[in-house]
């Protein structure tokens, strides 16, 4: 069980505090949105990044991220 | 249940061979529609192998499945939408065979004991006689404006809940939830009038036709540099050569195999089969059976920046990276086929094109991506010329001039 | 302490959560409207903007519950509990006081509904977050009319630096170099 970040594309509007909290999991792209560093659609949150991913996902004021739990 | 095989539509008229809004033809031609128990419907539809027809491919009987498990009566849904400009498949089908295409809705509406039962037409298509053959069925036909993303089936859920033509967040899946929060089957109309044979005529008979892995026929809708445009219907895995051959290639340079979010074939490897194996070094799949053939005379950057443009137009806008880089890729292409000699182009081309992918609510960025790679990849001469002030295939005016 | 004391306690915490919260609420829309522009405060991040957007509201509404309360046992203010939900009952300064009532019930729905908003959907959480712009001058003008220290040089003086910030701040949203992030999100015209 991994656990992944989602990102609600209609919804997200390049506001950035997530990749703030997660720079080690995201970039910034040309136009203010966030970018997985790994190339992913969906990141692999790692264990000790679990926390500031939750902080990421209360707190994106569009409410365009969540975390779920993939099998892979 | 099932009909003898000596009455069993040739292989070429499988499809279009229909008796068009002439009800007592068509069960003359096709024999009358099967009543299937959701069992066994399935179970035929599985053993036949039928994949999706309006581009993705996607294992009929998986999706059939998947909203048969839900707890709520599902909404079986036919998309007739045709967003893409280049194909004219579905409303050839829905011209010449409504009724197979309505049958198909139909059985699978009975079988899953659907809550409603749809037919989306888009304003390409002249909705009339699936409307004439409608009658007495227990279903809707709902015309819907257009678009090329229009038919994508999230945005499509939008529209039939009363929405825009927008889609939506995958990661509901609209076979959990859809129409009105509803398990929903959305099928491509050619998938459905598939299904309608399947029923009748069984899987191993629908296995006579195309290969093993991708078995059947289905139709191609074949443009540009040719004799006769039109639709045909091919098997599966057919050699591209060959399925292209009656509508006569004039001067083909390649063959844009899968519309605008496909990939180039180029002459030289058009005997090809249209399969996914073969396919996939071009970064191609056959989609939804569009093959448009580019003559030499047309410069293959101007038709890619005309094309990157139209996509860019057709954004939804909902999703950042689709909504600003496609116009930034259609900016660049077109510096590119206009001869800006600017030797950062193709890699900066390359490197948006990478960046939308994967990010957005639908695939549109993605196939706009590919089609934009496959471009570059396929017609590299032409970039080098381009760069080196010159089009092979003599565009004027070429722009002679340093980089701006 | 004595009796007098007590309910002198009560009266000056009234005043002084009311002040505060006003400020904190001042503090918290400018924030807000420079978070929605896709900026920062800087140093603080984008993050950090909209954290203490967030946590000035909070604050804020913490203080007025304290207000309300204070001034609920203060036997001067003669604050009944209906009073907190309807508007212009009071027994003293009803005007003024309704309008810190009508105050309280908007920040009662905003604050229930940003607290809830990963239930409630992105849409219904914006649209009663647009109240909160009826609301700040509801309490402005609660505080001035129906706060005994509106007089006062240094009330009118926070007064006017708060009523300053907010115009700024609207302003600046108001203008086209706001230039907020934000795409527009609509269906393309089909020709």
């Known amino acids: 069980m991994t656990t992944r970040l989602h990102v609600d594309w209609t919804r997200c509007d390049g506001h950035g505090s997530c990749v703030e909290l997660l720079p080690r999991l995201l970039g910034v792209d040309d136009f203010g949105f966030p970018v997985p560093h790994s190339g992913e659609r969906d990141p692999v949150v790692p264990r000790g990044e679990e926390d500031a991913a939750r902080h990421a996902v209360r707190n994106c004021p569009l409410m365009a991220l969540r975390m779920y739990d993939a099998a892979s | 249940m099932s009909t003898p095989v000596a009455t069993t539509p040739a292989l070429s008229r499988r499809l279009l061979g229909g008796a068009g809004t002439d009800r007592a033809a068509h069960l003359a031609r096709y024999g009358a529609p099967p009543h299937l128990r959701l069992d066994d419907l399935l179970q035929a539809v599985t053993e036949s192998g039928l994949t999706g027809r309006g581009g993705g491919g996607f294992p009929t009987a998986t999706k059939v499945r998947a909203v048969a498990a839900g707890s709520r009566k599902p909404v079986v849904v036919g998309n007739a939408m045709e967003g893409e400009p280049l194909s004219s498949k579905d409303a050839v089908l829905l011209t010449h065979n409504p009724h197979l295409v309505l049958d198909g809705l139909e059985v699978l509406a009975r079988a899953m004991h659907a809550k409603r039962a749809i037919l989306a037409v888009g304003p390409e298509i002249d909705a009339g006689p699936v409307t004439a053959a409608a009658r007495g069925r227990r279903l809707d036909v709902v015309p819907l404006e257009g678009g090329f993303i229009a038919g994508q089936e999230t945005a499509l859920v939008n529209q039939l809940d009363g929405g825009a033509a927008m889609p939506r967040d995958p990661f509901t899946r609209v076979t959990e939830s859809g129409v009105g929060g509803r398990p929903t089957l959305v099928l491509n109309a050619e998938t459905l009038a598939q299904v309608a044979l399947v029923a009748r005529y069984g899987a191993a008979w629908f296995r006579s036709a195309g290969t093993g892995d991708d078995p059947g026929t289905s139709l191609f809708t074949i443009t540009g540099s040719v004799a006769s445009p039109g639709v045909v219907e091919a098997e599966r895995g057919s050699v591209l050569r060959e399925v292209l051959a009656p509508a006569e290639p004039l001067r083909p340079a390649a063959v844009l195999v899968g519309g605008y979010h496909g990939a180039w074939v180029p002459v030289a490897d058009l005997d090809v089969r249209l399969t996914g194996a073969e396919l996939a070094p071009y970064h191609a799949t056959v989609g939804a059976g569009i093959l448009h053939v580019l003559d030499g005379g047309t410069c293959p950057l101007d038709f890619a920046a005309d094309v990157v443009a139209y996509l860019a137009g057709e954004s939804a806008r909902q999703c950042g990276p689709c909504l600003n880089g496609l116009p930034r890729l259609a900016t660049d292409l077109k510096r590119l086929a206009v001869g800006v000699r600017d030797p950062d182009l193709p890699s900066e081309v390359r490197r948006m094109s990478a960046l939308v992918t994967g990010r957005g609510a639908c695939a549109h960025p993605d196939g706009s991506a590919r089609f934009v790679a496959s471009t570059l990849d396929v017609f590299r001469g032409h970039v080098s010329a381009h760069l080196g002030g010159w089009c092979p295939s003599g565009r004027q005016p070429l722009r002679v001039g340093r980089a701006s | ?187 393309r015209r089909t020709a």
């Open chain 3, 1 to 187: 302490m004595t009796h007098a004391d007590l309910v002198s306690a009560l009266w000056a915490l009234g005043r002084g959560t009311g002040v505060v919260a006003l400020v904190l609420f001042t503090v918290s829309l400018v924030l807000g409207i420079v978070a929605r522009s896709g900026r920062a405060v800087p140093g603080l991040g984008r993050f950090g903007t909209s954290d203490l957007h967030r946590t000035a509201a909070l604050t804020g509404t913490g203080l007025v519950a304290a207000h309300v309360g204070s001034l609920l046992f203060d036997p001067f203010a003669q604050l009944k509990v209906v009073d907190l939900v309807f508007p212009f009952l009071a027994a003293y300064r009803p005007l003024w006081l309704g309008l810190g009532t009508i105050a309280l019930d908007l920040i009662g729905v905003v604050t229930v509904v940003s607290l809830l908003r990963h239930r409630v959907g992105p849409k219904v959480f914006k649209g009663v977050h647009w109240a909160t712009y009826a609301l700040w001058p509801t309490a402005l003008l609660h505080a001035l009319g129906s706060g005994t220290d509106a007089a006062t040089v240094w009330f009118r003086a926070i007064a006017v630096v708060c009523i300053s910030a907010v115009v700024t701040a609207v302003g600046w949203r108001l203008a086209p170099s706001y230039d907020g992030r934000g795409w527009t999100r609509h269906a």
